[in-house]
C-alpha cells in the first residue's frame, strides 16, 4: 500500500510540474507579445557598458527621449504603471519593473522640478 501511494505521489509531482511548465511558458511568451513590455525591456539594454558608466537612465527605463514634454513623460509613466502594477498586471513577477519604472519616474520627477 505505501508503494502505490509513493506511486501516486510521484505521478502527482510529474502532472503539476508539466502543468506549470505549460503555464509558465505561456506567461513569458504573453509577456514577449506585450508591446509595452517589449519596449520597456529594449530600453533598459544598456549595451556595451564599457565606454559609459553604469547605471540606469531614467528616460531609458520609461523608453522616451529626454527632450520629450512633460505631459508625454506622465501619460507613460501612467500607461506603465497600469501595465505593470501587482494587482493589474495579470502577470505574477512584474513587481521589479513596477518598482524600477516608479523609481525612474521619481527621477525624472526630481530632475525636472515637479512637486
Not at 503555464?23 to 525591456?41: A, F, H, R, Y
Not at 556595451?48 to 520609461?62: E, F, H, K, P
Request: overall charge positive; proline content about 2%.
Amino acid at each position: 500500500m505505501e508503494d502505490q501511494v509513493k506511486k501516486a505521489q510521484k505521478r502527482m509531482t510529474e502532472a503539476t510540474a508539466e502543468m506549470m511548465s505549460g503555464w509558465l511558458s505561456q506567461m513569458l511568451q504573453g509577456m514577449c507579445n506585450d508591446p509595452v513590455l517589449g519596449e520597456l525591456w529594449s530600453a533598459m539594454k544598456m549595451g556595451n557598458q564599457s565606454s559609459r558608466t553604469a547605471g540606469i537612465d531614467s528616460y531609458q527605463v520609461l523608453g522616451l527621449d529626454k527632450a520629450v514634454a512633460d505631459d508625454q513623460v506622465k501619460k507613460r509613466y501612467r500607461e506603465l504603471v497600469v501595465r505593470l502594477h501587482p494587482d493589474t498586471a495579470g502577470v505574477k513577477g512584474t513587481e521589479f519593473l513596477f518598482q524600477l519604472v516608479t523609481a525612474a519616474y521619481q527621477q525624472i520627477s526630481k530632475d525636472r522640478g515637479w512637486r
